[in-house]
């Protein structure tokens, strides 16, 4: 960093460059705008940064993030509490909103398992799921999972675990979303109308 930048604005910029798909030139030309725009643009910012820091926080039921918890999802009246979606990441449950075709609830495991990073079953919300199945109510499981092989990997150890009946003797049907989802690909980056047709075509797993 030049010398002449206060430490001030290093920092700024620092902090900015940790933000996904921000290298240093993009954080030093937004770091740049904010200053510029103090008023209209980074006061606010500062506020609502400082307002989710204090008030998002995990559903304890789906691990969504929302200032409420339950999150407004799984309180919803209208949601049909029946069948889950399970998807790896809060952005893929917000592509699937984005669609507005899914009325269910969600499960967000928080990733995916991975001999390679050494994420194993304990490190998600596996058994949160697992339990919300097994407890009887849920007529279906939807998995939502990326098409990669660590997404697959993890469809499988989930559904090795809740296949079979639940408490109440229930069988749960449980699906995945079409191939309209290219392989390697990540829901958070589809078109709307591609999660529509996976989801509307969805079939067992």
Not at 6 to 18: A, F, M
Not at 71 to 83: E, K, N, Y
Request: hydrophobic content about 40%; glycine content about 10%; overall charge negative.
């Amino acid at each position: 960093m030049a010398q002449n930048i206060s430490p001030e604005i290093e920092r700024l910029i620092k902090l900015l460059s940790k933000l996904p798909g921000l290298g240093p030139r993009s954080a030093r030309r937004a770091a740049l705008e904010l200053i510029k725009k103090r008023e209209p643009l980074m006061r606010p910012l500062v506020t609502a940064m400082s307002d989710a820091a204090d008030k998002i926080e995990e559903c304890g039921v789906c691990g969504n993030i929302d200032a409420a918890n339950p999150c407004h999802i799984c309180a919803a009246p209208g949601r049909d509490q029946s069948v889950i979606c399970v998807v790896q990441d809060v952005g893929d449950l917000w592509a699937m909103e984005r669609a507005a075709t899914f009325k269910g609830v969600y499960h967000v495991l928080g990733g995916t398992l991975s001999a390679i990073d050494g994420i194993r079953p304990e490190d998600l919300r596996i058994a949160g799921l697992i339990g919300r199945v097994k407890g009887g109510g849920i007529s279906e499981v939807i998995l939502a999972m990326n098409a990669t092989v660590d997404g697959q990997t993890t469809a499988h150890y989930i559904t090795d675990h809740i296949e079979g009946p639940n408490q109440a003797g229930e069988r749960v049907t449980i699906s995945r979303l079409a191939h309209g989802v290219p392989v390697g690909g990540e829901l958070d980056y589809l078109d709307d109308g591609t999660i529509n047709a996976a989801l509307s075509s969805r079939r067992p797993f």
